[in-house]
């Protein structure tokens, strides 16, 4: 593997650092978890993971022949972002269920990317816990999505932060192997 690969590893930080100020956003602020502002952060948020995801899918589309993961989850955040972004009464209105969708989802890329990476990477556990921790979170949402708003904005929060220190941890792996 090409140690290019790895030359980006600070758009993997951008992207955790975005999802931990949003979770500590949601933990400061949780009487605001249904308003149409927080819907719209999370889809900026979202949206522009989606740009930076894909991003490093087409710097990398050369060396990693495993890209197209890259660009799928990509996809999903943009996808996701953008309605709730454009289309925040909606967002409103299905909040839980897109999240524990979006979540399942990313946390299903996630680990087939982890399996993946098993065999260049010595810390890809990293990934792989990261993966089921928001597939886990998204059964629970389905399971009972009528929980308390102080509950659900709590997981929420706590989350993104757990999502974006992994994500950070990963960046730095990244940047250890590229240097």
Known sequence: MEIRLFKNWWLMTVKGLLAVGFGLYILLFQYSIVTTFLAKIFGSIVLISGLLIITGAFLHKKTNPRWIWWLIEGIVDILIGAMFLFKPQWAKAF???????????????QIITAIRMNSYMTNWWSLLITGIFSI????????????????????????????????????????????
């Open 95 to 109: 909040i839980l269920g897109i999240m524990a969708f979006w979540a399942c989802i990313i946390g299903l890329l």
């Open 136 to 179: 886990l979170f998204a059964i629970l949402i389905f399971i009972n999505p009528f929980y308390g708003t102080f509950t659900i904005v709590s997981i929420v929060g706590i989350s993104a932060i757990i999502f974006g220190l992994m994500v950070i941890y990963m960046s730095k792996t990244l940047k250890e192997v590229y240097l």
